[in-house]
């Protein structure tokens, strides 16, 4: 999934949208079964070595083909992206030869696709892969997703970037054979054969089908990584910094922390043997990257972050964020997936309803795991839940779950994508506090995700129209009214009555605040679909008494026309306004552009803020709201 951080806004928006659903390594179905018999092993040979103008070179082995002509696919889309990536973009001079060594006709059917006519006598393809990092195309791949090649210094592979499929042939076994420089050191999941190598210069990985090449990165660095086991997990964290600025041992310790309470917060759950964490630190001075962050796969995670990041930012923002996040997808999609997951469609995909579990209940997780393991206490797992109910506001609030899951590649549902991690993580929080009432404390989400991967697993996908109802029959009438109303259905969540069913109750309060923003930096402002900026449904005291109306489209601030570009400037400038000083407003109310002038008043609002109550261990509030943190 992807997890992106906004170096503009991650104060705002800690994942800006787009997230991520990780493939799952499922084997031992009967077309890999027979691909393996009749020697159908398609091999990859990729050559780190000679670096071509920023290019490397891959060759491709369909062994022999029985059709008369076939398609070869670079991935359109990966899962967890949401958005049309389009890695065939960098991929150049893509040729086939035939068993003599003869060029053969090569028909390029779109962005992502090659034809070969005559298919029986192709021998092999070849093609060169230019790397996303510093490309000068136009694209969507966002970092943690794209490629990078730098020669003898680092490769970052996400493979869809490098690797396609042959149409028809996608479950058949991979092997892919990587050269690669000396100095240089894989880190990946992905099972390497070449274990008893004398010298560090080649790799042969292993796939049984070609969406575990797509769930597997490899990251090419040199020496920077520590390595523990943790409960029963190998995990390797592998760090590139390029100028040398960060070691992987300086973030080790809260890694084995974050990784102890998070295994102890899944035990009982069968989860995976080996994490693999590869980090690669970009220099803001040659990547001027705005978005950043993480993709998660099955038993591992990419990890992109600015090297100028202090070591407790890296272990305060990457630890016990983004890879506490990506570390619980080893739930679900791993173990709890549907059809749509299971065989993923890389070039015209079909979308799953339930990005409400997959990233929504993964997310909650990552929240619940802290403190119900004691790394923090209970009003601060409230204040990130409240958080979380402020941000989700600022969607649509009134759009089914399951309709924008399924149509998330199209708007108006992409653009709300972002509302995954917040409404998507309340949705299970809500089912949580529903579970533990009517369970009398005993049952909560943890032991529903529980059952369901043992009920399905890898290997046994539910259907997609069908899970919910399983769900239900599982659980307790009150969970299918919840789903209808506010999953499926369209209805806002009432979140004060499920907090009060726990003692958690609502205080509202009149503080001060500055004209752009309030104390905790959340705007009165936002950014609409034409990139305007017009003042939000909350207010304060200074903008009514300038006449300030929600929607009003602001075009210029004392006489300064405001844009995206300088908002920043001029906001700041604000906080320097005091009471008496004259202010004039531009903006655009239904179509007519409007003056707004005035003095600056004592800027006031209402703020609500969620408190716990002490209310005595004995409350029945209390002992309910336990069983949902503690239990």
């Not at 304060?540 to 602001?554: C, S």
Request: hydrophobic share 35%; with cysteine; glycine share 6%.
């Amino acid at each position: 999934m992807f997890r992106p951080t906004n170096m503009k806004y991650n104060k705002l928006m800690r994942k800006l949208l787009l997230g991520v659903i990780g493939l799952v390594i499922l084997s031992g179905c009967s077309t890999t079964k027979l691909a393996k018999k009749e020697n159908k092993t398609i091999e990859i040979a990729i050559d780190l070595n000679n670096v071509v103008d920023d290019k490397v070179q891959v060759t491709v082995n369909p062994q022999k083909i029985k059709e008369d002509n076939v398609v070869y696919q670079i991935p359109a889309i990966v899962p967890g992206t949401y958005a049309i990536s389009d890695y065939g973009k960098f991929i150049v001079d893509f040729k086939a030869y035939d068993n003599s060594g003869n060029e053969m006709p090569v028909k390029k059917l779109d962005t992502n696709s090659w034809q070969v006519d005559n298919a029986k006598n192709l021998d092999k393809v070849s093609y060169w892969v230019e790397d996303t990092f510093d490309s000068e195309k136009e694209h969507k791949i966002y970092v943690m997703a794209g490629t990078n090649i730098e020669k003898d210094k680092n490769f970052f592979l996400n493979l869809p970037g490098f690797v396609g499929y042959f149409q028809g042939k996608k479950e058949y076994p991979y092997e892919i054979t990587v050269s690669h420089p000396e100095n240089l050191y894989e880190t990946s999941s992905l099972i390497n054969k070449n274990t008893t190598k004398e010298t560090n210069t080649g790799d042969v990985f292993i796939a049984s089908r070609y969406d575990e090449i797509s769930d597997n990165p490899i990251m090419y660095a040199p020496k920077n990584s520590v390595s523990f086991n943790i409960n029963g997990i190998d995990v390797t964290l592998a760090v590139y910094s390029p100028n040398n600025v960060h070691a992987a041992k300086d973030v080790e310790e809260a890694l084995k922390k974050m990784v102890e309470a998070q295994t102890n917060f899944l035990e009982g759950f069968k989860t995976t043997n080996e994490y693999n964490i590869l980090v690669y630190l970009f220099d803001p001075q040659v990547y001027k990257w705005n978005s950043f962050g993480a993709l998660e796969h099955l038993s591992s995670t990419t990890v992109v972050y600015p090297e100028t990041y202090t070591k407790q930012q890296l272990s305060d923002g990457m630890i016990n964020g983004t890879i506490s996040h990506e570390f619980f997808h080893i739930v679900t999609p791993l173990s709890v997936h549907s059809e749509e997951i299971h065989s993923f469609n890389f070039n015209e995909p079909n979308m799953s309803q339930h990005l409400w579990m997959y990233e929504g209940v993964t997310e909650y997780f990552a929240n619940l795991f802290q403190v119900n393991q004691g790394l923090i206490d209970e009003q601060a797992f409230i204040d990130a839940m409240q958080q979380k109910i402020s941000t989700s506001k600022r969607f649509d609030d009134n759009m089914s779950f399951t309709k924008m899951s399924k149509n998330i590649l199209d708007e108006p549902y992409a653009k709300n994508y972002s509302n995954v991690y917040m409404k998507g993580a309340l949705i299970g929080m809500s089912l949580d506090i529903i579970l533990r009432e009517e369970s009398k404390g005993a049952y909560g989400i943890r032991n529903l995700m529980k059952d369901l991967s043992e009920k399905y697993g890898a290997k046994k996908p539910f259907k997609d129209d069908l899970i919910i109802d399983e769900i239900v029959k599982m659980t307790y009438p009150a969970v299918g009214e919840f789903f209808k109303n506010h999953v499926v259905g369209n209805t806002p969540i009432d979140y004060n009555a499920l907090f009060s069913k726990v003692g958690v109750e609502e205080k509202t309060e009149t503080v001060e605040t500055s004209f752009f923003l309030d104390r905790s930096n959340t705007p009165f402002i936002s950014v609409n679909g034409n990139q305007e900026i017009y003042f939000l449904k909350r207010s304060h005291t200074a903008l009514e008494a300038l006449g300030v109306k929600a929607g009003d489209i602001l075009k210029s601030v004392n006489d300064e026309e405001i844009n995206l570009q300088n908002a920043r400037q001029i906001i700041g400038k604000s906080f320097q306004w005091k009471e008496g000083d004259p202010i004039k407003l531009k903006v655009v109310r239904d179509g007519k552009e409007v003056s707004l002038e005035g003095k600056m008043v004592k800027a006031t609002t209402q703020i609500s803020s969620l408190k716990v109550q002490d209310l005595g261990a004995d409350n029945p509030k209390v002992i309910l709201r336990n069983a949902w943190l503690k239990g």
